[in-house]
C-alpha cells in the first residue's frame, strides 16, 4: 500500500470520527509517518501533547499536540487490506482518545488497544 492510500485510510477514519467529539478536539494535529523510532519498532501510533483533561489556565500558545500514525508496523501487522483499515480506525481512535485524556488501560478495556 503506497504512502498516499494510507494517508487516506487515516483521513477516512478521523471522518468516522463522531462530530460532536471532533469538535472537542482542540490544538491537535495527525501526521503519517512510515516508520516509528527506532526503540519501538511496533509502535502503531503515538500521541504526544497535554490532554484535555490536562490543559489549564497556564494552557495557551503552545504547539499543537501531534498524533502520528505509522505506516509500515501497520502494514507488517496486516494481512489484508481489510486488516490495514481496521487497524488504521483502531490506532487513529486510541490516538485521540489520548487526546481527551484517556488511558491505556481504559482503551484495552474497550477493545481500542
Given at each position: ?17 463522531p462530530p460532536e ?43 499543537p499536540d501531534r ?47
Amino acid at each position: 500500500m503506497t504512502r498516499e492510500e494510507f494517508e487516506e485510510l487515516v483521513a477516512e477514519a478521523l471522518d468516522r470520527i463522531p462530530p460532536e467529539l471532533t469538535r472537542l478536539m482542540d490544538n491537535v494535529a495527525v501526521f503519517v509517518e512510515d516508520e516509528p523510532p527506532t526503540d519501538d519498532p511496533e509502535l502503531l501510533g503515538l500521541y504526544e501533547g497535554t490532554p484535555l483533561t490536562d490543559r489549564g489556565e497556564w494552557y495557551a500558545g503552545v504547539l499543537p499536540d501531534r498524533i502520528t500514525v505509522y505506516r509500515g508496523p501497520t502494514l507488517r501487522l496486516s494481512e489484508t487490506r481489510e486488516d490495514v483499515v481496521q487497524e488504521t480506525e483502531v490506532t487513529v481512535v486510541h490516538e485521540i482518545a489520548h487526546h481527551f485524556g484517556i488511558d491505556d488501560a481504559r482503551l484495552h478495556a474497550l477493545g481500542y488497544g
